[in-house]
Structures are given as C-alpha cells and as structure tokens.
C-alpha cells in the first residue's frame, strides 16, 4: 500500500482553499449552516499550552452570559404550546426518575459498570451484556493488549520522556498529562490489531441506516495525550463533563436532531445508540481550546498500569440515556426558589422548576469550552452521588465510554502506583472526520501536536519519536490516511460512498 508524504503535504497547502470560514460569533440562529459545511472552520494552529486550557474550571474562569441569540434558540426548542407542555410533563417523570436512580448508583457503585472480556466482544457478546453497555454507556474491556506488552510501553514512554527533558505537561511542576502524541509505544497502540478490532467491535453497538454515509468496519485514527498520574497527586482533579462541545448540542441543527426525541419532550424514546445524525453534527463551532474536530463514537484509554478505584481513575454517571435527557432539557428549565431558601427535596422538587422563557443561560456550556455539570448547574444528577469509579484494571484493559457520557477524573491519586493511560477513542469514518485525519496526517509528518491540540513545534526536535514505519498493517495505514480504502462490491450505498470520498480527502 502506497505512503504518500508527498501528497499528503500538497493537499494540506491546498486544504484552505476548499473549506469554508465562518465567523461563528457573530452568526445568529436563523442562519445556521448545514453541518458539513460549518464543520469545515478553516483550521487554526492552536496556541502552545497544555489541559488546563480545555475547561473553564481548569482555567479559572467564571461563567459569562452568552449572546442574546441563545435566548431565541431556546424559543425555537420549547416551540409551540403542545411541546411546552410535552416538555413539562417529560421534566417531571425524568427529574422523578433521577431521584430513584441516585440512591440506586450509590449503592451498586462499580456494579453498574459492565466489564467485559475482549474475547466475548469480539465472538458473541450476549444479549444481556449489549444491553448493560446501551443502558451504562461505559465499559470496561480486558485482555485486549496482553499485559507485559502494555508495561512495555508504559516503560518505552519512561524512556522517551527521560530523553526529551523539554516535553510540555499539565501541572507544569509535576507533569502527568503530557503533551506527546507520536511516541512510538502510542503509534503502537493505535495499531495493534486487537485494539483495532476493538473499535469495530464498539462502532456496532450503534446503528445506521444503510444511506447514512458512515463507515461503522473501518475505524480512524485520532492522535491524543498520555497520562502518568503519580501516588498522591490531586491537581489533575478533571470534574463531571461531557465531550463533543457545548453549546453546540443544542445550536447546530444537526447536532440537535441527535436529541429530537427529548428535545420533544419524549426523552423515554431517545436511543443514544443511533449514528445517522451524528456523522454531519457540528460538534466544533468555536474552535476553542476545548473542542474536538472529529466524531468520536467512543472516548477511551488503554491502560498502562493497575488501577483501582480511589487511584485516580475515570468515573462516570452509568445511566446514559436519563443523563443525557437531563442534559439537554437542563438550559429549558429556570428554579423559582433559591436552594438558599429550600431544602433539598422542596429545591429538587418539579414544584420549584418551570420552563425558562427568558434567559440566555446554558449552564455549564460556555462558547469554545467543553460542557461542564456540576452541583449547581445540574442538581437534579446529584454527582456527589451517582458519579461512581469504573471497576479495577490492569496493563492493556481498555476503559470505553460513549460520547455523550458525563465522565470524569477522580480528584486525589491514593494508590501506590503510577495511573497511567493512553488516550485512544473509536472514531467511525465520517466526511468531517476524514478531512481531521487528512489534516493530522501532516501534523504527524512533521511531528508536531495534531490540529486540535495546543500548537509549537511539538516532539519535532525530540529524539526516538515514532516514523511512518511504525504504522503497521492495512487497516492502521487506512486509519492515519496513508492507504487508500478498499470499495469492494457489497457495500451499503452509504458506506460505499464515503469510503469513495474519503480516498479523495487523502489524495488517492
Ligand atoms: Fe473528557
């Protein structure tokens, strides 16, 4: 299979040329583009920096009010009388239904989390264990690198690190999220055939229509950061968020039809599980820090370490379809009364809630920021409480949590060990995710961050760094853009066609 260096940075000299740029600050609601087209913000090279850029509470920043135009987005989603009064009856069963589960995820802790082997994955995963994965939206998966493999590299990047003093991290003073993203243990990683057929495995669970132009058999590549966290540590204290944007869940057009059911107040009928809209949503209208220039079905990481709860490990909110409804209604919705002035049950209670006419608040989702939730922004998930550790892991499990999951770090380390991943999402083929590859594919040429990723020249002067060599095997190759995809006769219409397209991005 070809390697195309050459080609490759001939398309990415011709890449603004074709792409649209927009001025998405000043674009009021009424002109929402079409997806595809807005997700093609001309790419900027991020600023040097590090994670603490990503969130607003890493940063230290306050909330700011949004524009007035989220004042007449939210008009245009509550609608007509018929919806606000769907909308406020599906409110109240769903804040009903969040007060039964609190206690209920509380007590189950890790047992709501599914794990589950590599193997019955990949052979025959029963009806039972799909159904925990749909109804958690977060997994564990053992066994998928054998474990001395997985320790290797954990000592391989020890190694790399040790040869490369200048390499940037969050905290500064003590780095543990560092800002490597071509070591040759993460180009190993990302190509290694069981991880790979992980992914597939993952891009399964969903559904798309045999039109819908996706490729759900041939995941990409998506380069990201690696994490030792030490014994003690409580400054990467990452609190409860979801990725894929903020705002834009409700003001790109696209995006917001991903949640149509609940946006029409059916919130029980909303399957987290279907791809077709998913694939031309905008989830990248600001180009901020935080934000992400591909669709990620899955968020992941491949351990490198044993890690336990209390060791500074993920945690999430294992009710997917309730957290993701309570989500998207949350910005609809106004308190009457204080929690200053009421106690918790009389606050929480439907009594006190009504529908929000007026205001242009988004709690938690700031522009160009990733969406935050947090006690006040969102009281009715009671994260104090339903935030619950993922189960154990040791060298090469995989933790894998959907895209919309609310997730995040535990806040101190106790452990005695290091807590070390990579991150490694499952990213389908798309037409938006195609064009980021494209564009990575240069970044990796030069060994320099990824377009999504805080800028400056990146691992280009370091020593040991990962080469196009070590891209092993087709499907790894399709995955970074360096081998053409093949379009065999027995394709869906949709899949054949974006197969096609893509072959194009990469300049076959
Ligand atoms: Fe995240």
Avoid at 430 to 443: G, L
């Amino acid at each position: 299979m070809p390697i195309l260096a050459h080609s490759s940075r001939r398309l990415a000299r011709r890449r603004t040329a074709d792409i649209l740029s927009v001025s998405p600050a000043s674009r009021p609601v009424a002109s929402l583009s079409p997806s595809v087209q807005a997700a093609a913000v001309a790419r900027q090279p991020r600023k040097e920096g590090d994670i603490g850029s990503v969130f607003a509470s890493l940063s230290g920043e306050k909330e700011t009010p949004l524009p007035a135009r989220f004042g007449e987005l939210k008009h245009l989603i509550i609608g007509d009388a018929d919806n606000q009064a769907r909308l406020t009856a599906s409110w109240r069963s769903l804040i009903e239904r969040l007060r039964q589960l609190a206690p209920e995820i509380e007590r189950k802790q890790q047992q709501s989390i599914p794990t589950v082997s590599y193997e019955e994955l990949i052979e025959a995963p029963s009806e039972r264990t799909i159904q925990d994965i749909k109804r958690c939206g977060t997994l564990v998966l053992t066994g998928v690198i054998p474990e001395q493999e997985a320790q290797q590299w954990l000592e391989d990047i020890r190694t790399y690190i040790h040869l490369n003093p200048s390499v940037k991290g969050f905290p500064a003073n003590d780095k543990q999220v560092f800002e490597i993203y071509w070591s040759r243990p993460q180009l190993a990683a990302r190509s290694h055939p069981r991880a790979l057929a992980a992914q597939r495995a993952l891009l399964k669970l969903f559904s798309a229509p045999p039109s819908a132009p996706v490729s759900l058999e041939t995941p990409l590549t998506y380069a990201d950061r690696l994490r030792i966290r030490h014994p003690g540590d409580a400054k990467f204290a990452l609190g409860p968020h979801m990725d894929g944007g903020s705002v834009e869940r409700w003001e790109d057009e696209r995006y917001r039809s991903v949640y149509g059911e609940i946006l029409r107040g059916r919130w029980e009928a909303f399957d987290a599980w279907q791809m077709d809209h998913r694939v031309e949503a905008n989830q990248n209208m600001y180009d901020g820090a935080g934000s992400c220039g591909v669709f990620r079905a899955f968020q992941g990481w491949t351990s490198l370490s044993s890690t336990g709860p209390k060791e500074g490990t993920l945690r999430v909110y294992p009710h997917i379809r309730e957290q993701t409804a309570y989500t998207l209604l949350r910005p609809l919705f106004k308190e009457l009364q204080p929690r200053s002035a009421l106690s918790h049950e009389d606050y929480l209670s439907a009594e006190n809630w009504v529908l929000d006419m007026e205001s242009t608040r988004f709690p938690g989702a700031p522009l160009a920021r990733g969406q935050e939730l947090n006690n006040e922004t969102h009281p009715h998930l009671e994260l104090e409480r339903s935030m619950v550790s993922i189960p154990r892991v040791k060298p090469g499990d995989q933790a894998w949590w959907h895209c919309d999951v609310v997730h995040a770090v535990e806040s101190t380390h106790q452990g005695q060990g290091p807590s070390a991943v990579m991150y490694i999402p499952t990213v389908p083929l798309t037409a938006i995710n195609a064009q980021y590859v494209r564009d990575q594919r240069e970044s990796f040429l030069q060994a320099i961050p990824p377009p999504d990723f805080p800028g400056g020249v990146g691992e280009s002067q370091f020593q040991g760094t990962g080469r196009e060599s070590d891209i092993v095997g087709d499907t790894a190759k399709n995955g970074m853009g360096m081998a053409a995809f093949e379009v065999p006769a027995d394709l869906s219409p949709g899949e054949a066609d974006i197969r096609r397209r893509a072959n194009e991005v990469f300049g076959f």
